[in-house]
């Protein structure tokens, strides 16, 4: 063998080697990654949301949990942006469990924005994640650096796929624990994720089960402080759907901004959904939300370092996947 063939030998090993760590770890996401390809791309994001966030305060938290909902099935990979067509069946938002997903507009608007500038480079993925990082930024949370080079998907996955992964309003601490310990988040990383609920609203849909429970029935474990029950009862009256549907509380009292004031509510005893509730009662993470609720700086440290393992979980990377030319369909 000569020296050419045995440096091809060894340098096709350690590609193998690297794909391989890539693959396990997904990790192969760049802080750099458009520095060439699109070097304006966080400042074209920052300046195409600051006018949509002066004229709605409230499309911060829908972006927010628009990023959570799309890395929650398949990966993020902007398949929650992609249109129901009805000739393939149903797609991702016609899963009732995206009910209250708003402003997925706001990405194409974003995408226009960027292809003027570097035309088929940036995926739609990216610009969600980035998206979502802005709107945490700009309502007043930590400033999160985020790795890119997401791919988008080039299919639409099932509704059923949003059916089975995207966890119910009735989820309690364990199936909470058990989502984002899959995406590699410790205990103290998965209640600060949670601190996501400082932003946007909760319809009444949502929380009737927990305000008007069955006669004998089984109620969740949530303590709720009695006039803030009274004050839910008011806004969310029983009985009438189609009003449960449209009307909606505040996740909290300041839910334009990002703070650590989740986490005083729950402990508290104003959680409006059940997690929100009950990770103050849990011995796991009682703890860990009496502390974010006393140091900010040490929620937005952990938020920050989960909001990267949420937004890195599952990623189409190198060659998988597509730019896609428009958020909304696949072409
Ligand atoms: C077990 C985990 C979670 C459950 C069960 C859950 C459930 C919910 C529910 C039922 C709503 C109300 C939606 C509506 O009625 O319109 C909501 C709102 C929201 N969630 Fe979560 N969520 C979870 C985790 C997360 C995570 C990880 C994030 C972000 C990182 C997040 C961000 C948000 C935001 C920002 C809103 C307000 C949306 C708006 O104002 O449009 N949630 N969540
Ligand atoms: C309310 O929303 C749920 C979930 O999307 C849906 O199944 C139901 O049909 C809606 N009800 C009314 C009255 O609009």
Known sequence: MNNMDMRTIVAMVLMFVVLRINGVEGGALQ???????????????????????LTDPTSPAALLRLMFHDCQVQGCDASILVDPVEADGLSEMTSAKNFGIRKRELISILKSMVEAACP??????DILVLAAREAVARSGGPQIKVPLGRRDSSTAPSYELADTLIPPATTGVDDMLHIFARKGMTIEESVAIMGAHTLGVTHCLNIVNRLYKPEGGEGD?????????????????????????????LNDPTALMFDNRYYMNAMGGR???????????DPRTAQIVEHFAADQDDFFHAFSTAFLKLSA????????GVVRNKCNVID
């Open 120 to 125: 088929e480079q940036v995926s739609c993925a």
């Open 221 to 249: 474990q949530g303590l709720m402080e009695p006039r803030f029950e009274a004050f839910l009862r008011l806004n969310c009256p029983k009985g009438c759907l189609a009003a449960s549907n449209a009307s909606f509380v």
């Open 271 to 281: 959680g409006v959904l059940r997690i929100d509730a009950e990770i103050v009662l």
């Open 31 to 53: 802080y750099n990654f458009y520095e060439k390809s699109c070097p304006q791309l966080e400042d074209i994001v920052r300046a195409g949301l600051q006018p949509i966030f």
């Open 313 to 320: 979980s599952g990623v189409l990377i190198g060659d998988q």
